[in-house]
């Protein structure tokens, strides 16, 4: 091996980091299941429904980031592309808000986890999509979002799951944002 090449990272996710997404995304789903679980519900109420599910899957997603990349950092001292680094301050922004949240859904598991049961769970079905956003607009911005010509290999899974969950937390942050500025503009 000569002095520039690298260890090549591993292009496909290992079978244990699938089962702990796939655990991940399962809570998320028993975050808002007592909500998912209505049998007539109006249009606004499945707009919010989604909402919710959509929040609760890429944060319960997210949440598995940080451990994921902290692991997969001390065998390569490479720096993060832009999709590591979002996906880890997503998954920052879980882990110092889902503490209250879970609280409250193991204290009343009929009820579903929305923005509407306590302060963090406003900040963080608010807050987050729209940090999402916001963190997206400041990588175009820098050009951190670019292909280098560098790398010879392809990104690895956590780049390209970090870059399609950043664009969907920006999906969502969009959504919200529209939605806020619809409020204060119809008045």
């Known amino acids: 091996m000569s002095t520039d090449e690298r260890p090549r990272e591993r292009s496909a996710p290992s079978l244990g980091a699938l089962m702990v997404l796939i655990a991940a995304g399962a809570v998320g789903f028993w975050l808002v299941l007592p909500q998912l679980r209505q049998t007539s519900i109006s249009m606004d109420e499945l707009l919010n429904s989604a909402w919710y599910l959509s929040v609760a899957l890429l944060g319960s997603l997210s949440l598995v980031g940080p451990p994921l990349l902290l692991w997969d950092s001390r ?78 290999l392809g990104p690895s899974w956590r780049e390209r799951f970090g870059q399609v969950m950043a664009l969907l937390w920006a999906i969502v942050g969009f959504l919200i944002l529209c939605s806020l500025y619809y409020q204060d503009f119809r008045r």
Do not use: E
């Not at 110092?96 to 009820?111: A, G």
């Open 75 to 152: 065998r390569s001292r490479r720096r993060w592309g832009p999709g590591k680094f979002h996906w880890f301050a997503q998954g920052t922004a879980s882990w110092l808000m889902w503490p209250p949240i879970l609280y409250n859904r193991f204290q009343t598991p009929s009820q579903s986890v929305g923005p509407r049961d306590g302060i963090m769970q406003l900040c963080y079905f608010y807050g987050t999509p729209m940090m999402g956003l916001y963190v997206l607009i400041a990588l175009l911005a820098g050009g951190r979002w670019r292909r280098t010509a560098r790398r010879r």
